[in-house]
């Protein structure tokens, strides 16, 4: 379920991601009814994904080590 909220003149928007984790981000809305439009299409997309309708985002094809460097290679 996706949730909308206002905060100094700016609207949030509430949703679970692919993996299930709460997520909370700014939107560019103009008024609620925008931000709870969006919210719900971002958390239905993030539950399509998380139940398998729909395939995971890709990832970039460099890896990080646990300090977030990149390994070297050559």
């Not at 509430?14 to 700014?26: I, K, L, S, T």
Request: net charge positive; glycine share 10%.
């Amino acid at each position: 379920m996706a949730y909308v909220y206002k905060r100094a003149e700016k609207w949030y928007i509430g949703f679970r991601d692919n993996r299930g984790r709460p997520r909370r981000q700014a939107c560019g809305a103009k008024n609620k009814t925008e931000a709870k439009r969006l919210a719900d299409e971002l958390g239905l997309n993030h539950e399509r994904q998380r139940i398998g309708l729909d395939p995971l985002p890709t990832r970039s094809g460099r890896r990080t080590t646990r300090y977030g460097a990149a390994p070297r290679t050559g």
